[in-house]
């Protein structure tokens, strides 16, 4: 058996890091096989070797996102300890330390995963960014801090968000109510998003003033959208004319995101998904990113994973 010793800055960090009633510090015992004793402002970890350096990394890694983001999680505890099984427990702490936005509460939005991270970096980096990937991986989620975030910061004067509206095989002229209100059950989960890191009131003003924009992708024909920040979500259910038709509004000093499941397409059979034929057709062209996310990095529900599970083996 081997021990190891990690020192902390104080006791309210140790606190932190060991988590409410000592959550946290369990799952890095029973991950790892470990025995974890606090002693003044530091601890002790008793194990074999290997499992010793892993437990000193995850801590050394919990530091560094509690430091940085200011938010540790059950969700943060368990990807730590899986990434310093494998010896890369700075790259999740690095991920997680990327404070991406805060909500109007004040809360840090940081990366979960290093998958989240490298999407993160690469709506920074590119006019174009395409993303694929399962239910609550955080695609439509991160990319709309970023949209709230440029606009704060002024590098862009408009949000942009659009949805193909063909979910469950409805069109538009057969669902009941004005035109507001046969759109609005499209784009519900985008001002769900936007409302949290605006606030509700700020985000009212800001639609109100044209500043943030929501309406079904057919909207889009015939416009140059300048200036803005676009987000394109649910696009496996655009076609190929319709994709073609929205990457051609990009107009100057503006931004688009564009993301999907290419799995779940509501699309007729013999129609193929624009977002498919693009990530083929757009792939390795300067200035556009291809992402995808994978079930393991789904951060719902741990259910939701098990559903996804369920689901790829039928």
Not at 87 to 108: H, L, Q, W, Y
Not at 169 to 194: H, I, M, N, R, S
Request: contains cysteine.
């Amino acid at each position: 058996m081997e021990t190891g010793h990690v020192e902390f800055e104080s006791l309210d960090q140790i606190t932190d890091i060991f988590g409410p009633h000592d959550s946290y510090v369990e799952i890095i015992e029973k991950a790892l096989g470990v025995r974890v004793k606090q002693i003044d402002t530091g601890i002790d970890i008793t194990g074999e070797k290997e499992s010793v350096k892993a437990a000193a990394d995850t801590f050394e890694a919990l530091k560094k996102i509690r430091e940085n983001s200011g938010s540790l999680s059950v969700w943060t505890a368990n990807q730590a300890v899986e990434f310093a099984k494998k010896g890369n427990a700075d790259d999740i702490a690095d991920a997680m330390a990327d404070v991406v936005a805060v909500t109007s509460k004040g809360k840090p939005v940081s990366c979960k995963t290093v998958r989240q991270k490298k999407y993160i970096n690469a709506i920074r980096e590119n006019t174009i960014t395409i993303c694929t990937g399962p239910a609550g991986t955080g695609k439509t989620y991160l990319a709309m801090a970023l949209a709230v975030t440029a606009l704060k910061k002024k590098e862009i004067s408009k949000i942009v968000l659009t949805r193909p509206a063909v979910e469950a095989g409805e069109k538009l002229g057969f669902l009941p109510g004005d035109l507001q209100e046969k759109v609005d059950p499209y784009l519900t989960p985008l001002y769900d998003a936007l409302g949290e890191f605006l606030g509700e009131d700020k985000y009212t003003k800001l639609e109100e003033r044209g500043v943030i924009e929501a309406a079904p992708l057919a909207f889009m024909r015939g416009r140059t959208l300048k200036d803005s920040f676009i987000v394109l979500d649910e696009a496996q259910n655009c076609t190929i004319p319709q994709m073609k038709m929205f990457l051609t509004r990009l107009g100057e000093n503006s931004k688009m995101v564009i993301t999907g499941d290419i799995t779940q397409t509501d699309l007729p059979r013999n129609a193929k998904s624009g977002l498919k034929h693009a990530i083929e057709l757009l792939d390795g062209i300067e200035d556009i990113a291809i992402a995808s996310f994978g079930k393991n990095d789904v951060i719902r529900h741990p259910l939701v994973q098990k559903i996804i599970d369920a689901y790829e083996k039928a």
